[in-house]
């Protein structure tokens, strides 16, 4: 009969067999990443951060990453879009500050088991384009079975080098990146699991460029979205105030996937 074995890690179908736990597994992919950040209204954000945690700035980060030449994926690809806001957590044994993932969309489902289950980012499917490119000009769209959610556009200004380059990289190489893995009961109002958990990851960024962009979320009716219209929509209730930044990075992203823990 299967057992599981004790320094194995598994997803399910558990019975099928897992990988021996290595702490030390380091996950690289080359990354293509179009980022818009914008003030919106604090006590609104406020809304969807959870208690423990204190909202830094009324920012929220929009981030489509095109990854390709994955090694876990045999050299697979895949896009998603992240959702974020910055925030500083207020825990018994930790306090740190990072990046509170509000949501993830991917369109390959590999990669959204793996990140729910083993490091609680909330991820989701929508078809997500790669990027259209007419330069200056970059443009990706996201949809859900044909409706479109979201928008993203983004006019290049220029490279960026120098000590602006040396920021850029320094501030990409290591980001907190922390989410809710929670695991409600079976039959049953509330959670088995609901724990905080900090993804330690990061991109060394090789080349950027500046410049202008927008983003523009619709909402959906449960008629076309049945599962997901309530996160589109409350994003876009979010107002976009004014753009912080927009920059298209090109460069290799570098997950500690089993280097996550849970925080307290």
Same mark, same amino acid.
């Given at each position: 009969m299967f057992r599981p074995q004790d320094d194995f890690t598994y997803l399910m179908?558990?019975?099928?067999?897992?990988?021996?736990f290595d702490p030390g597994t380091i996950v690289t992919?080359?990354?293509?990443a179009l980022t818009v950040s914008y003030e919106t209204e604090r006590d *609104?954000?406020?809304?969807y951060i959870p208690e423990g945690f204190e909202l830094l700035a009324p920012e929220v980060q929009v981030s489509f990453n095109r990854f390709t030449e994955i090694d876990w994926m045999q050299g697979g690809q895949y896009n998603l879009i992240n959702v974020s806001a910055p925030v500083r957590f207020h825990g018994k044994k930790d306090h740190l500050d990072g990046a509170y993932t509000l949501v993830v969309w991917e369109n390959k489902t590999a990669p959204i088991l793996g990140g729910r289950e083993q490091t609680g980012i909330p991820?989701?499917?929508?078809?997500i384009e790669d990027l259209h490119i007419v330069r200056p000009h970059y443009a990706?769209?996201?949809?859900y079975e044909?409706?479109?959610f979201l928008t993203l556009d983004f006019e290049a200004a220029g490279e960026v080098t120098g000590q602006d *380059?040396?920021?850029l990289k320094s501030g990409f190489a290591s980001v907190n990146t922390i989410g809710w893995r929670y695991i409600p009961k079976v039959g049953a109002p509330g959670a088995d699991l609901s724990q905080f958990v900090l993804y330690p990851q990061g991109m060394e960024v090789e080349s950027a460029q500046a410049g202008t962009g927008s983003l523009r979320w619709t909402e959906l009716t449960p008629m076309q979205?049945?599962?997901q219209y309530y996160i589109i929509n409350s994003l876009a209730s979010l107002p976009v105030k004014s753009v912080a930044q927009a920059v298209l990075t090109e460069g290799r992203a570098v997950l500690h996937a089993m280097g996550a823990r849970v925080i307290e």
């Open positions: 179908p558990v019975h099928f067999g897992g990988g021996r992919q080359r990354s293509t *609104l954000l406020e809304n991820k989701i499917y929508a078809d990706t769209t996201v949809s044909g409706n479109t *380059l040396d920021a979205n049945p599962v």
